[in-house]
């Protein structure tokens, strides 16, 4: 098996070649500490700034609101964490029930401090009722976390109306936007989010390196204490993979690097609901991501479809976590309210702009041949022909 059909974009991402060409010289000879005062080390800074302009401009932020982390989980923790500490009497924070593990652990975590959750639920195309978000918003809320994009399905959370809930409530909002940002466009000179997470090995970037984006309207307090990040998050500054988030950002800025994924996505998907009986997307599909297909294909398991797809070279996702030798079906499935048989049957396939439309149409191929091979292993879950 030569060959690999890489459709889990969602999980990482390749390293975009003009991306590494920049980070190299920041691993070689250029490879001062950008606290120096020094020439190298000046250069490191001068580095730093340029990337933190490029990923200030990729969302319309300012640069002074740019803070480089580690990774997007430890943006979240920050923009969780601060609003927490702020205000330390108020013990309720709400978020929805189809969150990333970074939130959903974090705020496991805080309920067994003291914290009072909110875990706003979803409609059965992954929707989040505004209203719903109104009404959970109390006097002792210290944050809403909510996500953009979700990683499993794609679907969109309505970020403008939720930053205008929280506005008129006066409670800081952070958005999860690790896999929004980079497909498709925000302009946070526009809406009014406080706190914006991003990571960026989902944008073409190596992985270790993510940013916060914290609005100086409000009050900050640092996760991990040092004089880097202007005092709001310590520790030697990444500056190879800060120069790399940057790069990546300048790319993911211009629209025409994004034009074909859609398209893609959807030859995919089409080829798919028309070939394979049984079949059914997971998701608003109209209100999605433009380069995520999460489907259903009744009577199989996907744990043994990603086995037989990886034979095949083709990469993809479950909508199921294998832990200990047991099968979860996908929280974020389970919310939407499927059954743990349609969360078991489902596969995640997310696209990117390194994939071409024979690799979408070859892998629409491969997934009918090995759904049908494993509905033949298992007669009784046949499905009849026609019923997609
Ligand atoms: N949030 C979402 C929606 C994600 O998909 C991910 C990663 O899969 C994260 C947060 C965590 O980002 P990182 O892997 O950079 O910690």
Redesign the pocket.
Known sequence: MDRLIYLDN??TTRVDPAVFDAMVPWLREEYGNPSSAYALGRRAEAAISKARSQVASLVHAKEDEVLFTG????S?NTAILTCAALDPDRKHIITSAVE?S?TIKLCEYLATRGYEITWLPVNSQGLLDPDALSAAIREDTAVVSL?WAN?ETGVLFPVEKIAEITASKKVPLHI?A??GVGKLPLDLSQVNIPFV?L?G??LHCPKGV?ALIASKRVRFLPLMRGSQEDGRRGGTQNVAGIVALGAAAEIAENPTVHSSVQSMRNTFEKAILESVPGSQVNGAPDNRLPNTSNIAFEGIESEGALMLLGEKGLCCSAGSACTSGSVHPSHVLRAMGCSNDRARSSLRFSFGRFNTMEEAQEASTIVAGVVEKLRSLRPEKRVAAGAA
């Not at 990774?71 to 430890?74: D, F, R, S, Y």
């Open positions: 969602n999980a990774c997007g989980t430890e979240i990333h970074a996500l990683n999860d690790v896999q997470s990571s090995h989902k993510g």
